[in-house]
T-cell receptor, first 111, second 114 residues
Framework: DAKTTQPTSMDCAEGRAANLPCNHS???????VYWYRQIHSQGPQYIIH???NNETNEMASLIITEDRKSSTLILPHATLRDTAVYYC????????????FGAGTRLAVHP | SAVISQKPSRDICQRGTSLTIQCQVD?????MFWYRQQPGQSLTLIAT?????????ESGFVIDKFPISRPNLTFSTLTVSNMSPEDSSIYLC???????????FGSGTQLSVL
């Protein structure tokens, strides 16, 4: 699986948009970009994934650059409950393709 | 999304003993995985639990230390054998649905070894 690079930590004010970047310059054509988050003492939670088009769901938006070498997860109106570690992972679909976690970005949302 | 139940949610064990962690899913799933999360660290994949056959272990993990069973499509166990304090971690079960598009995680088992 391709490796990803994320900032170690970020801060965001409550109510503002949180933009979390991820670099995946060695991504393969069949690999998707996945985002998970882990709130303290809980298992990781799926947020969103995409191949090359931008994606949006009730939790977040995913913006993937045209060359697919980087992406940004956007939480449009961050709340205190969004404080968590956010993991960007690249993964191909298929029966035995695993999720390999990197270090992630620790996002702190403050009042 | 699948509902995943892990038991126990936490345990404190003595050095040299073994603990078996159970993972039960409310629907049939294709893939089941076991992860370890050491204090302050990210998740590390231990193995893929294969139904009806031996698990597939990642580098650095061996069957003698972490035996895994998966007797059917909704249940798996992970045993942490001959425990030492270095085994103190959160152990998480993960499953993927029929399409294998998303993986879902249990809430984990917090293990402390004295």
């Amino acid at each position: 699986d391709a490796k990803t690079t994320q900032p170690t930590s970020m801060d965001c004010a409550e109510g503002r948009a949180a933009n979390l970047p991820c670099n995946h310059s060695t991504i393969s054509g069949n690999e998707y970009v996945y985002w998970y988050r882990q709130i303290h003492s809980q298992g990781p939670q799926y947020i969103i994934h995409g191949l090359k088009n931008n994606e949006t769901n009730e939790m977040a938006s995913l913006i993937i650059t045209e060359d697919r070498k980087s992406s940004t997860l956007i939480l449009p109106h961050a709340t205190l409950r969004d404080t968590a570690v956010y993991y960007c992972i690249v993964r191909a679909l298929g029966g035995y393709n695993k999720l390999i976690f990197g270090a992630g970005t620790r996002l702190a949302v403050h009042p | 999304s699948a509902v995943i139940s892990q038991k126990p949610s936490r345990d404190i064990c003595q050095r040299g003993t073994s603990l078996t962690i159970q993972c039960q899913v409310d629907s049939q799933v294709t893939m089941m995985f076991w992860y370890r999360q050491q204090p302050g660290q990210s998740l590390t994949l231990i193995a893929t639990a294969n139904q009806g056959s031996e698990a597939t272990y990642e580098s650095g993990f061996v069957i003698d230390k972490f035996p895994i069973s998966r007797p059917n499509l909704t249940f798996s166990t992970l045993t942490v054998s001959n425990m030492s304090p270095e085994d103190s971690s959160i152990y998480l079960c993960s499953v993927s649905g029929i399409t294998n598009e998303k993986l879902f995680f249990g809430s984990g088992t917090q293990l402390s070894v004295l």
